[in-house]
């Protein structure tokens, strides 16, 4: 009878010391057992150590999710309301986002209701295509200026930002947004009565009238910076798994450069001249401009805190972009002399259509305090 004793309990020992040892190498599945069997005291130290270097003892994000979570639970089961809080906040920093299920215990509610995790930071990254047109404000030519046509076409460029929104209402962020584009259009002209080809006379006035015809694409580049403010839906009863939103703002535009290229001119030059930059010496574009920016867009929630959107945006040229004191400057001496054309006023207005990724930084609050420190 005394064998059989001892064989009980060193059969229970082994069986104490095989457990503990998944306890020291941070088995999740073993605190679930010991959280079912009511075992609660035997958890926190334990469990704890593990979340000292959570990444190492529970690799997937779900099982460091789910840790937190049960270590939250203990505590408040053992009535241990300091390290519930203190359990509660690491949770929610573990999972910005968490919601309580509804198989949640109304004490783990309770809790989980005194804490607020808000996105008080989104880093967004915007890459896009742009769509530039000029819009003419006043016309000028080396030729007959009433019988002069000029016409502007939108091409397609690029732009790149670089945006950070900071939440300071629930429903409204202020943004700031650095961005490279690249604004392209197309320019034609038809000059009709110039003067400076050397054309051949003949006895029939109208025969003595030149038509040149002028097109070349420009292209500017600009660094920007926008400042706006930002609007997000986010009604509760919005059925679909993303976030619609809208921004206005306004942008300044620093010119970095701006080239004439694919130049054509019928009947006097060729289809290969090759890019000539107009800011070189004598600047004809001003260096800084002014716009108006909206956009619209949506972002649908992936990885937890992390989002995927898409954006239309629209800038509104505000500010001429020639610069008038070098419109019948030399500098360029091929524009008038063998491009026939000088400068006319003119804004550029801008579409962007493009995708977005965006990170989000949380700030956990213990509602409690404000509370406190309100009253």
Not at 47 to 63: G, R, V
Not at 123 to 145: C, H, K, T, W
Not at 342 to 352: I, L, P
């Amino acid at each position: 009878m005394r064998f059989f004793y001892c064989s009980i309990l060193l059969l229970l020992a082994i069986s104490n010391y095989s457990f503990s040892q998944n306890i020291e190498q941070c088995v999740l599945e073993d605190y679930r057992q010991l959280y079912n069997q009511g075992q609660l005291n035997d958890i926190p130290a334990s469990l704890e150590q593990c979340l000292e270097t959570p990444k190492a003892s529970f690799p997937i994000k779900e099982e460091r999710i789910e840790a937190r979570k049960l270590l939250t639970l203990v505590y408040i089961y053992l009535d241990d309301t300091k390290n519930a809080s203190r359990a509660m906040v690491r949770l929610l920093k573990e999972d910005p986002e968490h919601e309580p299920s509804d198989t949640d215990p109304a004490e783990f509610i309770y809790l989980y209701n005194k804490f607020s995790s808000d996105p008080i930071f989104t880093i967004g990254i915007r890459p896009g295509l742009n769509f530039s047109n000029a819009n003419q404000l006043e016309s000028f030519s080396v030729g007959n200026e009433s019988l002069s046509q000029d016409q502007y076409t939108v091409e397609t460029g690029v732009r790149f930002g670089v945006s950070v929104d900071y939440k300071f209402k629930p429903y409204l962020e202020f943004g700031i947004e650095a961005a490279y584009s690249r604004k392209s259009f197309t320019f034609e002209n038809e000059n009709i009565g110039l003067t400076t080809l050397e054309v051949p006379s003949t006895d029939d006035p109208d025969q003595n009238l030149t038509v040149a015809e002028l097109t070349y694409i420009e292209n500017q580049d600009y660094l920007d910076a926008a400042l706006y403010v930002k609007y997000n839906y986010l009604n509760k009863n919005w059925k679909f798994p993303i976030i619609p939103y809208a921004y206005l703002g306004a942008e300044y535009n620093l010119l970095l450069d701006s080239e004439l290229d694919e130049i054509s001119l019928s009947g006097v030059l060729n289809n290969e001249i090759p890019a000539i930059s107009i800011q070189e010496s004598v600047q004809k574009r001003e260096t800084t401009n002014l716009s108006i920016v909206a956009g619209i867009g949506a972002k649908y929630k992936v990885l937890r805190i992390h989002y995927i959107g898409i954006e239309a945006r629209y800038a509104l040229g505000l500010t001429n972009v020639v610069n008038q004191d070098a419109r019948f400057l030399d500098s360029n001496p091929e524009l008038i002399n063998e491009f026939l054309t000088v400068d006319d006023n003119f804004k550029v207005n801008n579409f962007t259509i493009g995708i977005g990724f965006y990170y989000s930084i949380f700030r956990t609050k213990d509602l409690t305090q404000d509370k406190r420190s309100n009253k």
